[in-house]
Structure formats: C-alpha cells, structure tokens
C-alpha cells in the first residue's frame, strides 16, 4: 500500500476537502494565503496505485490524514476521504489506518492501468531537453488556473515564460499525434536505477524500466542518460542491442520509463559453454558499440543476454556508459576486458 507524506508546504487545504478543490475552477476564489495544494500530489499516488495494481492508498502532511480507494471496477476514479487529523475520535485515527491496512494486507493485485501516450515522444526524438524534471502543474494543464495560491518553485517570470512557451509548441505538436496504450505488466526485477517491469507498448511486448519521477530524480537522470546512450547506438538497436521504442513520462509523470525490446526467454552467457565463434561473435558486436565512440563501462555476465528464439547476443544497461572518442585507449582496455570474461 503507497503511503506518501508531503510537508504543509506542499499540502495543506486549509479546511477544504479533495473534491471541492481539484478542479482550478474551484481554486479561483481561495485567497487564505497559507492553503497549498498541487495536483500532482494526487496524480503520483494514483499513479503508483494504477501502476502496481493497488487498491488502497494513504496521504498525509503529519496533521491532516487522507485515505485513498481505486476500485477494481472503476479503476480510473480515486476515491478520497475526508480529512482525519490526531484528535479524532470515533473513528480515531489509528483506527481508521488500522482498518485500511487490513484490506491491504488482504487485497489482491488488480489490473494494472494502461496508459495513453502520444507516438511522437518515441526513442528515435531525442532532440527535446530533458536535463530538467518539469512541474506537471504548468499552465497547458486543461484543469490548471493561474493563481497566487498555488506552490510555486519557479524562477523569475522571464525564464517561467520561456518554459511557458516551449511547452505551449510541445502541446501543439502533440495534437495531431495518434495515440499508442502502454500497458505494465508483471515485476520482472530491478536496481539502483529502479524497477523493471514486462508490459505492451503499442502490441509490441517490451520491458519497462522505470523510476519515480518526484523521490528518484539521479535515477530518472541516469534513465534518461541511458536513453541517450541507445539514441547514439540507433543502428545497432534490435541486433546488438535492445530496440528502444519510447522514452518519457508516463502514469500522469509519475514515472519516467524507458520501453525496451524484451528479450525472450532470455539468460545470462555463461562462457564455459560458448562456443569460440559465439565468443567471437560477442567481440564483434562490441566492436560495433565502440565504432559509434560508446564505453559500455561495465562489462559482466549479467549485461549480456542470449535469446534463444533468435540465437543472438544482446548487450543491455547502458546507464553507465560514457561517450569517448573513436581512438580512446578505454575502448581497446574495454575489448581486454570482455576478451578475459569470456575466456577467449
């Protein structure tokens, strides 16, 4: 069950319930210069709660406590509570978490929300700047009213008007874009730059890799770095390496994903059983990284896998990688290095 706490800075409604301030029409009036409110609070918690398959959810700022349902039958609606603060009693709020933590405990998994993206933010776009998490919250939301009560984080109006008008010519190019459902799917593993998970992206099975866009930001920069990686390597995508079919944001920004090739069936090299044309196979597909000038950095077992539907050989995670010159010594130390693991 997610249970995400946001300071009064962020939060903090100031007696207002969830469904009566949502909406910026209904914002418009609010002048108590202490309420704080920002949708994106409750798009990352639905987010989490639609990608996992979750039903039951908490949210709170350490004083005001909010309860959170998606039901299996509705699952694009989340319910809010009232607001419980510590001094409540019948029902208490202990025993209000108490409660929702025993459906948890005894929920079963759902159906995993898919998503709605837009074809134009594919892998083979890698022109947009991405340095920068951007604030969903931002005046081309279709539910966003400019006012003096919501948080504001932004630097001086120049550069917020800037940042207006690049996302203004983004949204028009997106207009005419069709639309692609992604859909995640089973947890396949994961690490230090976040979870893995199998899923569809537009029919086409893939492995998303992902990480939390708010509380994982060196992640989702190591993410987009990989991203990155797999753009400079286009040509070898789908022989040497995993094809990339989308990067970018998905669940409402919850989560910033990469959607990879997934590689059937597949298992680490174990050396001791290749054969010497297979181990020189897998020089040369390195060789073939190295002519775009790219350092894989971490050569290992575990970042190369074999399918055995297509008999081919694919290097994976990138987020490591550095960009070097054609000629660099690291490129040749690299080759010595797989050389040495593969026993050749």
Known sequence: MPVEIKTRYNLHLRGYNF?????SADRRNIRDPNFKFKKRILSQIFGEMACIGLHYGILSNYTDTY????????????????VFRPGDTN????????YISQLAINDVIGLRLGCVLQDND?????????????????????????????????????NYSRKRKRKQSSVGRRASSSKIIAIISEYIGGGSFGQVFSGFYDNQAVAWKTCDTY????????????????????????RVIP??????????????ALALQLIEDSHYIDPTILTKEEKELIVNQLKSIHNF????????????????????????????????????????????????????
């Open 19 to 23: 469904w009566e301030i949502y909406r």
């Open 67 to 82: 309860f959170l349902m998606r039901q299996e039958a509705d699952p694009n609606t989340l319910y809010v509570s009232r």
């Open 91 to 98: 029902p208490t709020l202990r025993e209000c978490v108490y």
């Open 122 to 158: 594919s892998s083979n776009n890698d022109d947009s700047d991405d340095s920068s998490h951007d604030d969903p919250d931002d005046p081309n939301d279709s539910n966003y009213s400019e006012s003096s009560n919501d948080d504001s984080n932004d630097d001086d109006g120049a």
């Open 215 to 238: 509380k994982r930001q060196e992640e989702m920069k190591t993410l987009k770095h990989e991203a990155h990686i797999y753009s400079v390597l286009k040509e070898c995508q789908g």
């Open 243 to 256: 094809r990339l079919f989308y990067k970018g944001y998905i669940y409402d920004r919850c989560l910033f």
């Open 293 to 344: 000038g790219v350092l894989h950095n971490d050569i290992s077992n575990n970042n190369i896998l074999y399918e055995p539907k297509s008999h081919q050989f694919f290097f994976i995670d990138f987020c490591l990688s550095e960009i070097v010159d054609n000629e660099s010594p690291k490129l040749r130390k690299e080759e010595k290095r797989l050389k040495k693991l593969l026993q050749l």
